[in-house]
């Protein structure tokens, strides 16, 4: 598993950059985010392998989440 850091480098790469900020601050973003959706993944594996939500509720679950 990557750093966020390490993500924040390749997610940086491309953006005009005149040093240390937009480019970096916008890869930590895309870092960030990435991380989010990894956690949620994690988070619905988790609950629907001890049945405690179905695959509808799993659904709301996600969005809820993601908001």
Known sequence: MKTIEERAKLA???YDDDG???GLYMGYVEGA???NRIDIDKACDWLKA???LTDAS????R???EE
């Open 50 to 52: 001890r049945n405690v």
């Open 33 to 35: 985010k990435e991380q």
């Open 12 to 14: 940086s790469e491309g």
């Open 20 to 22: 240390y900020s937009e």
């Open 58 to 61: 799993l659904d709301g679950f």
């Open 63 to 65: 969005k809820a989440m």
